[in-house]
Structure formats: structure tokens, C-alpha cells
């Protein structure tokens, strides 16, 4: 299994960026893929999530509105949409895929490393004021 992200980079507040997540080795049909981000100093945290076969979506409350999550199923991969980005958005952006859950439990659950199947290495966002 590989998640790849791509798509991070340095951009002024207000900006926006799109992040990809190129799956290989799991089916979104079978498996709830998450973004998470962590900023230095500070705890990982879910940001979006989304059950493809199901059509759900999760997303934290800082983002609702400026972030979209989506799929493109013909080529595995997950986007994330970030517009109107704040300095408070920095952080290294990880793509991950847990098994048989919703959602939102993905987003809760994969705070914690051990909480999803398998985590991409991550792609770093800055966001300067």
C-alpha cells in the first residue's frame, strides 16, 4: 500500500491550494481516506475525511466551508481543496486510509498514529500572514 501527497507548498493568507493523495494498493470502495495535519508543537488533528462509498463527509469545524475533500475513482486519488487559507492552516498535511469506518470516526481516530491502516509521509503547507 502507498499513499503519495503532493500539492504543498508556500502560499499567502487568503490563497488557495490543492492537495492530492494518489492511493495505490487499496480501493476506496473498502477504505475511508482522511487528511490530517500536524503543526509543530502541536497534536495531529483530523481535517477531512471521506467514505467514497457511501457518499459521507467529515470535516473539522475550522475548515467547514474553505476546505473540499474528493475523489476521482478512476485514478485512486484524493484531493483536498483548501481555499481562503490562514496562517493557522501551516502544518505538514498527511493523506491516510483506515478500513471499514465513517467518516467522521476516521477523523476522531486518526489523531492517534496507530488509529488508521496506513499513512502517507505527508506534504508541507505554509501559510504566511
Known amino acids: 500500500v502507498q499513499l503519495v501527497e503532493s500539492g504543498g507548498g508556500l502560499v499567502q493568507a487568503g490563497g488557495s491550494l490543492r492537495l492530492s493523495c494518489a492511493a495505490s494498493g487499496v480501493t476506496f470502495d473498502d477504505y475511508t481516506i482522511g487528511w490530517f495535519r500536524q503543526a509543530p508543537g502541536k497534536e495531529r488533528e483530523g481535517v477531512s475525511c471521506i467514505k467514497s462509498s457511501e457518499s459521507t463527509t467529515y470535516y473539522k469545524d475550522s475548515v467547514k466551508g474553505r476546505f473540499t475533500i474528493s475523489t476521482d475513482n478512476a485514478k485512486n486519488t484524493v484531493y483536498l481543496q483548501m481555499n481562503s487559507l490562514k496562517p493557522e492552516d501551516t502544518a505538514v498535511y498527511y493523506c491516510?486510509?483506515?478500513?471499514?469506518?465513517?467518516?467522521?470516526?476516521?477523523?476522531?481516530?486518526?489523531?492517534?498514529?496507530?488509529?488508521?491502516?496506513?499513512w502517507g509521509k505527508g506534504t508541507l503547507v505554509t501559510v504566511s500572514a
Open positions: 491516510a486510509a483506515l478500513a471499514g469506518t465513517g467518516a467522521a470516526i476516521m477523523c476522531h481516530v486518526g489523531s492517534n498514529y496507530y488509529g488508521v491502516d496506513y
